[in-house]
């Protein structure tokens, strides 16, 4: 259905609250409207969509590339945007998952795939790069028959869509150079060497015309080397030594290089200790001034145009917002905004001619919708809903929170409240994040929130120290503590909802993924006493096996600055005091466990660990294992399946009524 931008007005949703400044006072919930409690939502509709997700508009605007999921699995498809019929159907490698996909060009996609593997004995993760062709329809490996485990670092793809820049290494044993890689029917025909390997480097850099022109030498003791050229052709000479005394202060996120300059922009810590986007010379390792800031917040990432100019940077309050510097996006978002009230709106592709784009609108207690946005004719016409047969009027909004921890720091969080009941004495579920570290929860639609507050419980997701966003020192905060403050700071979030009234001391449950599943079993294993049960899906069990699995995958990004953060600065700690299998004796409460046997983030192994600590030590837990999935859900059907699971598995041991 066409809709033209005075018409999508109609399409209204509950009005945005006005983001929550990082000096608010704690939010206390008025009592709620006396209303009768909504109808039961089917699990069904929060969990069957349309099967389409991740949607990315070529640059000719002629292709709508997406994910796609159906009983055979998830494939990559293309649609053709004049027809509307499906051009390409990619079948994915099995026992595989997609890691990313992009366009090269208008013509070919890059796209990432990962798997598990065994490394020297343990468990490991290689990644892979393919291109598809969309007119000869051939899909050729992009890489070396022999590599290092990580083979889809792409610094550079041509926007014509002919060649790209891949870092990879020659053998396991080698330090990464860069190759060109022709995206041809055979791409390993024409490769050529372009940056030869060089000495401790395991981060390259290249310019905005393909150029490499910095690296980055991650050296033992935590030190750092940084070598730079100014045009191609130059030596590399060092600019930057950096310690691991002033590796926080000194490092940066490059944004770009641009061709024949050594001017460009990063993101880095202004004068108030917030990530902003700054002015950087890297011929003298010199920071410029703020380009851009928001007072408050981290910038998260920011884009510039082919001349190196800003085009738009990217912040989270409580929700996602952009800051446009292109007058024509930043007109086109007020009209979009105006035409779409009430939801907040997104272009999430478009084309190079800015002649088409695909435009998201929703809100936390509403999945949104995709429209395709057609420029010349002003229209925009519904593309993709994301749960067709949710009920909105059943659902409700989170609403931002704060509460301070028993070390005097405030923490950030969302509260939803079930309808039809007074927000006094509820049974509550904390539902932390995964990462942990760099992400963050934020004011966005949650199905599984959705579903446990339309069963009575009130959910309560903090943003515990760590989380990304809050700024460098709040960050910092996170540096060895997990299972010690950051787990305190999820106590303490339970703590709170008691001392205003809302949750019942007894009926409090912990629920997570990733690492929000490892911080529901650390739960229920270190304070029994205020926790009734955990619900656990693709949580790590075994810090040290866990983070050997990561140091196989994120050598090149530095895995001992990774370990350090983790473990902390006393080497007399040890992970097995936190990790719930050696701990699994403590175990007193009921714990539903889940994995995805396909997952490369955290490895099947972390889930088979405590299965099988728990049956030696007596200690009875329920497990599902969902084949074919990995750190996540790819088919309908099995969500369904873990979301009945979980309904059933709170009502036995924390029900609502």
């Known amino acids: 259905m066409a809709l033209s931008l005075v018409a999508a007005a109609a399409v209204g949703m509950v009005q945005p609250a006005l983001a929550q400044s990082p000096a608010a006072a704690p939010v206390v919930p008025a009592p709620a409207q006396a209303e009768a409690r909504p109808a039961t939502i089917p699990v069904a509709a929060l969990t069957k969509s349309t099967g389409i997700s991740d949607l990315k508009l070529s640059p000719d605007g002629k292709w709508i590339a997406f994910r796609s999921t159906s009983k055979d699995g998830l494939v990559l498809a293309v649609l053709d945007v004049d027809t509307r019929q499906l051009a390409h ?34 468990d490991a993760r290689i990644s892979r790069l393919f291109h598809y062709d969309l007119a000869t329809r051939a899909m050729p490996f992009v890489g070396k028959p022999e590599m290092g485990l990580d083979g889809d670092d792409v610094l550079y793809v041509d926007p014509a869509g002919e060649f790209v820049l891949l870092a990879m290494q020659r053998t396991i ?21 372009v940056q030869r390997a060089t000495q401790g480097i395991w981060e390259w850099y290249a310019d905005d015309a393909g150029a ?91 884009t510039v145009d082919d001349k190196g100019q800003l085009i738009a940077a990217f912040h989270t309050d409580d929700r996602d917002r952009v800051t446009w510097f292109d007058p024509k996006m930043k007109a086109l978002y007020a009209r979009l905004g105006k035409a779409l009230a009430g939801q907040q709106v997104w272009v999430t592709s478009r084309a190079k001619d800015d002649s088409r784009m695909l435009v998201w609108a929703g809100s936390e207690s509403n999945p949104g919708q995709t429209f395709l946005y057609d420029a010349a004719k002003r229209t925009m016409d519904g593309f993709d809903t994301a749960l067709p047969d949710l009920d909105a009027a059943l659902t409700v909004a989170p609403k931002p929170v704060s509460y301070t ?60 120290r760590g989380s990304g966003g809050y700024g460098k020192a709040f960050s910092e905060l996170g540096a060895g503590q997990i299972g ?94 936190v990790s719930p299998v050696p701990q699994i004796a403590r175990l007193t409460r009921p714990v539903l466990l889940s994995h995805g046997d396909e997952d490369t983030n955290v490895p099947f192994k972390q889930f088979t660990l405590l299965r099988d600590a728990a049956a030696k030590a007596g200690k009875p837990i329920e497990t599902m294992v969902f084949a074919g999935e990995g750190h996540g859900f790819d088919k309908d059907e099995n969500q369904a399946r873990w979301y009945a699971a979980i309904e059933a598995f709170l009502a036995k041991h924390n029900p609502a009524d």
């Open 484 to 577: 010690r403050a950051m787990q305190d700071d999820l106590d303490d979030a339970m703590d709170w909802a008691v001392a205003q009234g809302i949750a019942d001391p007894k009926r409090v449950c912990m629920a997570g993924a990733s690492y929000g599943g490892y911080a529901a079993l650390w739960a229920v294993i270190r304070n029994p006493e205020r926790y009734r049960c955990a619900v656990s899906f693709a949580g790590v069990t075994d810090w040290k096996r866990q983070l050997k699995y990561d140091a196989n995958f994120f050598t090149r990004k530095g895995a001992k600055k990774w370990m350090a953060r983790v473990q902390g600065e006393d080497p007399n700690f040890s992970l097995d005091l």
């Open 173 to 193: 044993y080698d330090y990464p150079s860069v190759w060109r890689f022709q995206l041809s029917d055979k791409p390993e025909r024409g490769a050529s060497e």
């Open 89 to 122: 159907k990619i079948n994915l490698p099995k026992k595989s998952e997609l890691e990313w996909y992009r366009w090269a060009g208008s013509g070919k996609l890059l796209i990432s795939f990962s798997a598990e593997t065994v490394f020297f004995g343990e």
């Open 405 to 464: 921890t028993r070390d005097k720091h405030t923490i950030f969080a969302y509260l939803t409240l079930p309808r039809g009941r007074q927000p006094k004495g509820l049974p509550l579920i904390i539902m932390p994040h995964g990462g942990p570290y760099g992400v963050r929860d934020k004011l966005e639609f949650d199905s599984l929130v959705q579903l446990l507050a339309n069963r009575g419980y009130a959910v309560l997701q903090p943003n515990y």
């Open 212 to 302: 490499v022109r910095m690296g980055m030498a991650f050296l033992s003791g935590g030190k750092v080397r940084v070598l730079y050229r100014s045009k191609p052709g130059d030596p590399l000479r060092e600019i930057a030594k950096i310690t691991e005394d002033n590796f926080d202060d000194t490092i940066w996120d490059v944004l770009r290089i641009t061709q024949g300059s050594d001017e460009g922009l990063v993101l880095k810590p202004g004068p108030d200790g917030w990530m902003a986007v700054r002015k950087f010379n890297y011929a003298t390792r010199e920071v410029g001034e703020v380009v851009f800031s928001v007072p408050g917040w981290d910038v998260d990432e920011a």
